[in-house]
């Protein structure tokens, strides 16, 4: 995380179990239209969310048996993820 336009960086991992991130996206939450969403993916551990521009993560896996994430996409209001078991599409 840079907060002075990458001059200098810190981690931003609090929350994080796995720290192999195979992909992100980012976009607007559900449930506020003005509210901001980053999305990480792993390979192994699923989905997580930050809605404080990284500084927190928090699993996101209820219901989702892929947890192999290797592709990310926010479009039209859903999050389409591509896995080791194809393309999954979530709408919350």
Same mark, same amino acid.
């Given at each position: 995380?840079?907060?002075?336009?990458?001059? @200098?960086?810190? @981690?931003?991992? #609090?929350?994080?179990?796995?720290?192999?991130?195979? @992909?992100?996206?980012?976009?607007?939450?559900?449930?506020?239209? %003005? $509210?901001?969403?980053?999305?990480?993916? %792993?390979?192994?551990? $699923?989905?997580?969310?930050?809605?404080?521009?990284?500084?927190?993560?928090?699993?996101?896996?209820?219901?989702? @048996?892929?947890?192999?994430? #290797?592709?990310?996409?926010?479009?039209?209001?859903?999050?389409?993820? $591509?896995?080791?078991?194809?393309?999954?599409?979530?709408?919350?």
């Amino acid at each position: 995380m840079s907060s002075d336009s990458g001059k @200098s960086w810190m @981690s931003s991992n #609090n929350g994080l179990v796995n720290m192999n991130i195979t @992909s992100h996206a980012s976009g607007q939450t559900p449930q506020d239209s %003005t $509210g901001q969403i980053i999305l990480a993916g %792993t390979y192994g551990d $699923g989905l997580y969310a930050s809605t404080d521009n990284g500084q927190n993560w928090m699993p996101k896996n209820q219901s989702l @048996s892929a947890l192999q994430i #290797n592709a990310m996409e926010v479009a039209g209001g859903l999050l389409y993820m $591509g896995t080791h078991q194809g393309i999954i599409r979530s709408c919350d």
